[in-house]
């Protein structure tokens, strides 16, 4: 990981986990904030990439991205709608939007395999970002029932994206080191 | 007068019609009866994740998740293409022997079918 990367990542780290640090847990609306953006960034990228990528499993895996985080949103919406929850934009939506929109601006300016390496390694960071806030902030923290449950069920989700996006980086080195052979 | 064919084929010839009628459908031997079974895709896992069952047996994969799946034999004897959440996808066991599959779209969910 070169230092831009390690910077971004950082940065998504401090974004979804700013709540750990405050006495007070997200509330319900700041939570369903959090859930729509945090898929919507990763749905941003998975768009650029499905159009951008030069190797085929990783357009495949950014294809997954944005039908599985679609999927995720959908339900999410359903559920804050039926509850009456109107999602509230606050610190930790606003830091992941501004760490998706850099990354589009950095994607942006790749091409080929440095693209795809760029691209995946940030969707290991971000899943496992996503997964800390899951387990650490969001689940504790949310008040309603289905809420809650909904957490729960997405949870499993993120970890098999996880575990496909660090397949497809061991992957990419694996062709890094053939291409520098 | 009525003729009852079938009193007067030979019986070998009424067997080999009922053998190939059978055959035909891919169904189970004569005398068992076919079998339906159900695995649950939820929480990004195929549950149960092995199952063993007859030739002629009926496996009903069913999408709990939110998201979509497949289930695609390794050896590409079956592939349900793409189940949406809350889709079904049945599977009539016709090639004997043990089935590995995934789903295509999350190489990290695998299952076994046996069919004896």
């Known amino acids: 990981m ?3 990367q390690a910077a971004s990542t950082l940065v998504l780290s401090m974004a979804v986990t700013v709540f750990a640090a405050q006495a007070e847990g997200p509330t319900d609306p700041q939570i369903a904030a959090i859930v729509v953006t945090a898929n919507q960034v990763d749905i941003d990228a998975g768009k650029l990439a499905t159009s951008k990528a ?12 944005v039908v599985d985080h679609e999927g995720v949103n959908k339900a999410a919406s359903e559920l804050v709608t039926r509850l009456q929850v109107t999602p509230e934009p606050n610190a930790t939506s606003q830091n992941l939007q501004q760490g998706g929109d850099e990354n589009l601006a950095k994607l942006q300016q790749l091409d080929g395999h440095a693209f795809d390496r ?10 496992e970002a996503v997964l800390d806030a899951i387990d650490e902030t969001l689940i504790p923290s949310a008040q309603n029932a289905e809420l ?3 957490l729960v069920k997405v949870r499993p989700a993120f970890v098999a994206h996880l575990e496909h996006a660090r397949q497809l980086r061991a992957s990419l080195d694996q062709v890094g080191r053939l291409g520098q052979e | 007068m009525r003729v009852n064919v079938l009193a007067r084929a030979p019986r070998a010839l009424v067997l080999a019609c009922t053998l190939a009628i059978l055959g035909a459908a891919g169904t189970s031997a004569p005398g068992v009866t076919a079998k339906e079974y159900t695995i649950a895709i939820e929480d990004m896992r195929f ?4 199952l063993t069952v007859r030739r002629g047996d009926r496996v009903t994969w069913i999408n709990r998740d939110l998201v979509p799946h497949t289930a695609t034999a390794t050896a590409k004897t079956f592939d349900s293409s793409s189940i949406a959440p809350g889709g079904t996808w049945t599977y009539v066991a016709t090639e004997p022997g043990t ?7 999350h190489p990290t969910m695998k299952g076994e079918v046996s069919i004896r």
Do not use: D, I
Request: proline letters at 3%; glycine letters at 0%.
């Open chain 1, 54 to 65: 030069q190797s085929k499993e990783v357009a495949a895996f950014a294809e997954r991205m």
């Open chain 2, 47 to 50: 549950v149960p994740a092995t």
């Open chain 1, 118 to 127: 760029a691209y995946v390694e940030h969707e290991v960071a971000y899943h």
């Open chain 2, 99 to 105: 089935q590995a599959y995934a789903c295509a779209f």
């Open chain 1, 148 to 150: 809650k449950a909904l």
């Open chain 1, 2 to 4: 070169n230092f831009k």
